[in-house]
């Protein structure tokens, strides 16, 4: 079973709550230098979010701006298939050292994983196809994914 999609969902918030944390702790310039060496992985989805970031440089910036602050007072929804979950925390407690300690704590402050029983969605998954053919909705965990108040999706 591939895992590659669904420890992708991980890959926004880790960015998201990444820069945050720089530009929290005065590090502009570093947050600065991150958002730019990595924001086109994460174009076209969330190109508003990725502006509203550009604008967000100094401490008092996180407490001004309302994205900002959906990200900051609510925990990032990221729903994960129980076996990728458990993979994920034993690579992480293993890699402690290498930065797998870091990653935790973004994760445990920042994030909620909800844990599911269902196999791991992608496009032409199992689990996909089969809910296609039967017309069957995105679990709810997969729809509460994100951040409340917060549109993941192209730019108007």
């Given at each position: 079973?591939s895992?590659?999609?669904e420890?992708?969902?991980?890959?926004?918030?880790m960015?998201?709550?990444s820069?945050?944390?720089l530009v929290i702790?005065?590090?502009?310039?570093?947050?600065k230098l991150f958002?730019?060496?990595?924001a086109?992985?994460f174009?076209?989805?969330?190109?508003?979010d990725?502006?509203t970031f550009?604008?967000?440089?100094?401490?008092?910036?996180?407490a001004?701006?309302p994205t900002?602050k959906?990200?900051?007072?609510?925990?990032?929804r990221?729903?994960?298939?129980?076996?990728?979950t458990?993979d994920?925390?034993?690579f992480?407690?293993?890699?402690?050292e290498?930065?797998?300690?870091v990653?935790?704590q973004?994760?445990v402050?920042?994030?909620?994983i909800d844990?599911?029983?269902r196999?791991?969605?992608?496009?032409?998954s199992?689990?996909?196809v089969?809910?296609?053919?039967?017309n069957?909705?995105?679990?709810?965990?997969?729809v509460?994914?994100g951040v409340?108040?917060?549109?993941?999706?192209?730019s108007?």
């Open positions: 079973m895992l590659q999609f420890l992708s969902k991980l890959l926004w918030p960015f998201v709550y820069y945050l944390d702790n005065n590090y502009g310039d570093e947050a958002l730019k060496e990595n086109h992985h174009r076209p989805a969330h190109d508003d990725l502006r550009e604008t967000v440089t100094l401490p008092q910036h996180t001004e701006n900002v959906l990200y900051r007072e609510n925990k990032y990221i729903p994960l298939n129980q076996h990728a458990g994920l925390f034993n992480l407690e293993r890699e402690s290498q930065g797998g300690s990653l935790r973004l994760l402050a920042y994030c909620q844990s599911t029983s196999g791991p969605i992608t496009p032409y199992f689990e996909a089969f809910r296609r053919s039967r069957i909705e995105l679990d709810d965990v997969d509460n994914e409340p108040g917060v549109k993941i999706g192209l108007n």
